[in-house]
């Protein structure tokens, strides 16, 4: 049996129209942009990295130095703007600081953006979404 015919068939919700209190739940809809942040938001602090994520980070980026495009790439701006240390940061959080792990993800990141460059869509293009 198809998964999704079965949650089509056991689900009312794609059968009951929205009900006036969703807009009031969560507020009026709005397509425009919010460009500050509210007065009252404060960011997460990361703690400051141990010698052993440093090192970590360290060999990541000395990998991804050796995988990155030749500066006469046409692409190459982009990538290096992607390819940052914080990048790297980031990527080593988001894997627990497990290197392998860390590395295939990132790896896996810049070879989809040279395949689709997301950069490099046009706005009107992605609107719709």
Do not use: C
Not at 18 to 32: C, N, Q, R, Y
């Amino acid at each position: 049996m198809n998964v999704f015919n079965r949650l089509k068939s056991n689900s009312n919700a794609s059968s009951k129209p929205p009900s006036a209190s969703s807009t009031e739940e969560f507020g009026p809809v709005s397509h425009e942009p919010k460009l500050t942040p509210p007065a009252h938001f404060n960011p997460a602090i990361h703690p400051p990295l141990d010698d052993e994520q440093k090192a970590k980070v360290a060999k990541l980026l000395q990998y991804i130095e050796s995988i990155m495009l030749p500066e006469t790439d046409k692409y190459y701006p982009s990538e290096r703007g992607f390819v940052t240390e914080n990048t790297v940061k980031r990527y080593m959080r988001a894997r627990k600081w497990d290197y392998e792990h860390a590395k295939t993800m990132l790896e896996n990141s810049i070879l989809w953006r040279r395949d689709y460059r997301p950069d490099e869509l046009d706005p009107e293009y992605i609107k719709p979404e």
